[in-house]
């Protein structure tokens, strides 16, 4: 999968695309149908247009962070579903001063020169977010491009959102988000240095940052984790703490991961950690032993769970 930073100076193999429209945070069933879609009435290159920063981040900075996942991660999930061409358009504030007629001129038709675009019932682009399918399919009419508006996805419990999964994982309850998802729930990112306190208690773990991602319930996790770079790549087991760490009060959350009978040095190697089940909140202990006799029992049931699966 090629990945692009803009709409202008595009080389001639990288525009002429079939395109799937949208934030496609969290790649859910949703994202995956106007995919899907996109990939039905392609005669060119499947690709994708996306935002980033998420339109959210750019006119609310200082909202908290609520986003399923980061650009690493939104780029793997959309590369493991076949997208050859991913558009990360920068959204500043030329973009976001964009009428929906110029986006839809400047942007899809001279600057990508697009085939055809797939959208969302809900989709809404251009300043103020005036433009809507309906009209995306007009201005497609007038410049020469198709459009398609994708139907919507029903989950079991109704509409599959990012705004459903974000509840489910507040809730604990991963395998729900999961349902909506199609995969797993993952945190992706490089590993970090940290106070090795895990190594010193008999369980090393790798540590992993939270910035800007909606946090899931505080807690100790089952987990499937892929190492994706580095000489230790592969798929394995473990279970992860995801919070503040109360007995040492870590000042900002993280995810520290003990991957199962694994040895090795990940440091700086960029994991991804897929959320299966929580197992407990977080807890102060009394004192060490406890906390490593409740790591024993976290450990020992992940493993069960994981088999399992």
């Known amino acids: 999968m ?4 803009g709409w202008t100076g595009l080389a001639a193999g ?46 609310r900075p200082d909202a908290p962070p609520f986003r399923l996942m980061n650009t690493e991660a939104r780029a793997h999930r959309l590369e493991k579903l076949g997208v050859e061409r991913l558009y990360e358009l920068p959204f500043d504030a030329r973009l ?51 459009v398609t508006v994708a139907e919507v996805v029903e989950g079991t419990d109704g509409r599959v959102s990012s705004t459903a999964i ?11 988000a999961a349902a909506m998802l199609g995969h797993w729930h993952r945190i992706e990112g490089p590993v970090r240095h940290g106070d090795k306190r895990g190594r010193e208690l008999g369980y090393p773990t790798a540590n992993m940052g939270l910035e800007g991602l909606h946090p899931p319930r505080f807690g100790v996790y089952a987990v499937l984790v892929e190492v994706l770079s580095g000489p230790h790549r592969g ?21 520290e ?9 990940l440091y700086d190697a960029h994991l991804s ?6 197992l407990r909140p977080e807890i102060r202990f009394d004192g060490l032993p406890a906390l490593v006799a409740q790591m024993d029992a976290d450990c020992a049931r992940a493993r069960d769970i994981l088999a399992a699966l």
Not at 273 to 278: D, P, R
């Open 273 to 278: 950690v897929g959320l299966v089940e929580f």
């Open 96 to 146: 976001s001063g964009l009428t929906a007629e110029a986006f839809a001129r400047e942007v899809l038709s001279e600057g990508l020169g697009v085939r055809h675009v797939v959208v969302g019932p809900d989709f809404c682009f251009g300043k103020g977010r005036t433009g809507t399918a309906a009209s995306l399919q007009g201005f497609g009419a007038q410049m020469g491009f198709g």
């Open 166 to 176: 974000r509840d489910a994982l507040s809730a604990g309850r991963p395998r729900e």
């Open 257 to 265: 991961t003990t991957i199962f009978d694994f040895a090795g040095d």
């Open 235 to 255: 798929s394995y087991h473990g279970a992860a703490s995801l919070g503040i760490r109360p007995m040492f009060e870590t000042p900002q959350p993280m995810i």
């Open 2 to 5: 090629r990945t692009l930073k």
């Open 14 to 59: 990288d525009r002429g695309a079939t395109l799937a429209i949208g934030n496609f945070d969290g790649v859910h069933l949703g994202h995956r149908a106007v995919i899907d879609r996109a990939r039905d009435v392609a005669d060119a290159p499947l690709g994708v247009l996306t935002f980033e920063p998420h339109p959210r981040e750019f006119f």
